[in-house]
């Protein structure tokens, strides 16, 4: 292991170890990177390498510049992990089907992602409300990576796309997304039990690895009674 790993391994730790025990309160802003640097007498690089431990850790949520996110009854979410992790930090446990799960070619997606084959794993989900409102549906294509060729023969790991990516040793790690209102289609319209032509929000995500290559392409129909786009830009406090 490089000195500089070990830095920031030291320095995500001391900080999870304060997070988890109480000394930063969930919520509450950290320090800024320069006062990071300061402190633990490391370069800025090493305190960048810490936080992204502590994001891919679920402990510290970073917004910088201009950003946009989906809340669900005014909490907002981190849909990194999906949707049904975003939920279930909320409290709400909704019931997931998965209407398809198969390979396809795609060679339209294939040019708008930039990959090299148009070869994807196709997973449908809809999550339903425990009171049988059907909430959301959401349309995963993941580039066939090499372990996931055999995923639609034996299933997704505990019922979970993003645990299924994780056992192929793939993780988001950032992406991009955007948002609009659309009208649903007579298909899914049907699907979510909804009039044909009712609004729904209509968020389109794409996942990468560390590197940059892309990891998974989410296009979401999101309950618009439940769920909104908000979005924040700067950073509140002095760094």
């Given at each position: 292991?490089?000195?500089?790993?070990?830095?920031?391994?030291?320095?995500?730790?001391?900080?999870?170890?304060?997070?988890?025990?109480?000394?930063l309160r969930a919520g509450?802003?950290?320090?800024?990177?320069?006062?990071?640097?300061?402190?633990?007498?490391?370069?800025?690089?090493?305190?960048?390498?810490?936080l992204r431990t502590l994001?891919?850790?679920?402990?510290?949520?970073?917004?910088?510049?201009?950003?946009?996110?989906?809340?669900?009854?005014?909490?907002?979410?981190?849909?990194?992990?999906?949707?049904?992790?975003?939920?279930?930090?909320?409290?709400?446990?909704?019931?997931?089907?998965?209407?398809?799960?198969?390979?396809?070619?795609?060679?339209?997606?294939?040019?708008?992602?930039?990959?090299?084959?148009?070869?994807?794993?196709?997973?449908?989900?809809?999550?339903?409300?425990?009171?049988?409102?059907?909430?959301?549906?959401e349309r995963s294509r993941?580039?066939?990576?090499?372990?996931?060729?055999?995923?639609?023969?034996?299933?997704?790991?505990?019922?979970?796309?993003?645990?299924?990516?994780?056992?192929?040793?793939?993780?988001?790690?950032?992406?991009?997304?955007?948002?609009?209102?659309?009208?649903?289609?007579?298909?899914?319209?049907?699907?979510?039990?909804?009039?044909?032509?009712?609004?729904?929000?209509?968020?389109?995500?794409?996942?990468?690895?560390?590197?940059?290559?892309?990891?998974?392409?989410?296009?979401?129909?999101?309950?618009?009674?439940?769920?909104?786009?908000?979005?924040?830009?700067?950073?509140?406090?002095?760094?």
């Open positions: 292991m490089s000195e500089q790993a070990r830095k920031h391994q030291r320095v995500a730790r001391i900080l999870g170890r304060e997070i988890r025990g109480g000394a509450s802003r950290l320090p800024g990177e320069h006062a990071l640097t300061q402190r633990f007498s490391v370069s800025r690089s090493t305190v960048r390498e810490a994001a891919d850790e679920g402990l510290v949520r970073t917004h910088p510049g201009i950003g946009s996110f989906v809340s669900f009854d005014g909490a907002p979410l981190d849909n990194r992990h999906g949707w049904k992790q975003a939920l279930t930090e909320q409290g709400v446990a909704p019931e997931t089907t998965v209407l398809r799960l198969e390979t396809l070619r795609d060679a339209a997606l294939a040019a708008e992602l930039g990959t090299d084959s148009d070869a994807f794993l196709a997973v449908d989900r809809m999550r339903t409300l425990p009171g049988g409102v059907r909430l959301s549906l993941v580039p066939l990576h090499p372990g996931l060729a055999e995923v639609p023969r034996t299933g997704l790991v505990d019922g979970s796309l993003t645990a299924t990516l994780a056992a192929a040793g793939l993780v988001v790690a950032a992406g991009q997304q955007r948002a609009t209102a659309v009208p649903l289609e007579e298909g899914d319209a049907g699907l979510l039990g909804r009039p044909s032509g009712t609004s729904f929000l209509q968020v389109t995500r794409v996942g990468r690895s560390p590197m940059g290559a892309v990891i998974e392409h989410v296009v979401s129909l999101l309950d618009p009674e439940r769920f909104e786009l908000r979005v924040s830009f700067g950073e509140s406090g002095p760094d």
